[in-house]
């Protein structure tokens, strides 16, 4: 049990990943590339599938479409993800699901099957059954290399999976919690205890004053996919100026063996789910999402790295919670840890 403790309140983590676009180059026509990209995907028209009772109790079917190119594609060049974060409505069938794809370049692209690595060329014309994350892999043009995307689509309330808290006990709080300090171009992550610890200085690309109050701000990490050794770091933090609204929020790719840089993200008038100012946060990689939990105890879910944030009902605390989040994280097994300034201890699992 301490050493859960430990690493729950111990938040130290995180590391995000840009996501970018790739422009495409005025090359002359008939040359081959080493290089190749999807820099478009959109999604055709979609079937919805809507459950209804009428007032004398028969059930009944409705179909209705659904315009998939109002809900835009999210290409993450440098984890090679492609996803919606605005979720297609409940009902939405991505089993028939027809698409078009434009690479970097003129490369040829390929969907592996669902259930061997097979490949077969894909055809803007033929549907793709998008019920499970698929690979699509471009070949560059002069047939050198290749490059996979896994694509997948949210659905808002999709049924079949629930996440259930369970309440594992109170401990005892530590009489520390990790904290952070900053000057004008280096993090520096220490303790306000009696632990010698070597702590490492962290290059800036910004100036100080976009840095957020770092006695509130907290950083996680996980495994970044497209390099062996490397992990993506995301910190959050209250901003230190009273009249900002919304969270600094920095990201970094940091090698194992040293070196990277701390980016931070700017905000974008695009942006319409930018995260509020919290006085306190908690966060934690989960399910290939970041979740985050701030002093309003609401939860909320970002799955383009700290880009942008949605409310998920799926991961509410629960009612006989009390006190506030101050730490989460998770374990190799696919459950999520929470710790309360009360001191209570709370597990989160999904359950079919």
């Not at 729950?8 to 008939?30: N, P, Q, R, W, Y």
């Not at 820099?39 to 009772?53: A, E, K, M």
């Not at 009944?60 to 979720?87: A, F, W």
């Not at 409940?90 to 390929?110: F, R």
Request: net charge negative; with cysteine; glycine share 8%.
């Amino acid at each position: 049990m301490n050493r859960i403790l430990f690493r729950l309140c111990a938040v130290i983590v995180s590391m995000a990943v840009l996501t970018s676009c790739l422009k495409d180059d005025d090359d002359e026509a008939g040359s081959a590339y080493s290089d190749t990209a999807v820099t478009y995907f959109t999604l055709g028209t979609l079937n919805r599938y809507t459950h209804t009772t009428s007032s004398t109790g028969s059930d009944s079917i409705v179909k209705t479409s659904v315009t998939g190119s109002d809900y835009r594609m999210t290409i993450d060049q440098l984890n090679h993800r492609i996803y919606n974060v605005q979720e297609l409505p409940t009902g939405t069938d991505v089993k028939h699901v027809i698409c078009t794809i434009t690479t970097k370049n003129s490369g040829v692209v390929a969907l592996q099957s669902m259930v061997s690595d097979s490949l077969q060329w894909y055809s803007a014309a033929d549907s793709i059954d998008f019920s499970v994350p698929r690979t699509f892999r471009v070949y560059a043009g002069d047939g050198s290399g290749y490059r996979d995307y896994e694509v997948s689509l949210n659905v808002s309330g999709s049924k079949g999976t629930t996440f259930i808290w369970t309440h594992v006990g109170t401990v005892e709080m530590p009489d520390y919690l990790p904290c952070l300090e900053a000057s004008a171009d280096t993090v520096i992550m220490t303790r306000n205890s009696g632990i010698d610890i070597d702590w490492k200085q962290e290059q800036l690309s910004d100036a100080e004053g976009l840095l957020p109050d770092m006695s509130k701000t907290v950083i996680i990490s996980w495994p970044y996919a497209p390099a062996d050794d490397t992990d993506y770091m995301l910190m959050v933090g209250t901003p230190q100026q009273d009249d900002e609204p919304y969270m600094r929020v920095w990201r970094k790719i940091a090698p194992h063996a040293g070196g990277g840089q701390w980016v931070y993200m700017p905000f974008d008038d695009s942006n319409r789910y930018p995260l509020p100012r919290q006085e306190r946060l908690a966060m934690a990689y989960y399910a290939g999402t970041v979740i985050a939990v701030g002093s309003d105890g609401i939860v909320r879910q970002s799955r383009d790295q700290g880009i942008s944030w949605h409310t998920n009902s799926t991961y509410n605390l629960p009612s006989s919670l009390t006190g506030e989040v101050i730490s989460m994280t998770t374990d190799g097994q696919g459950r999520m840890w929470m710790l309360t300034s009360t001191g209570q201890l709370w597990q989160g699992a999904s359950a079919k």
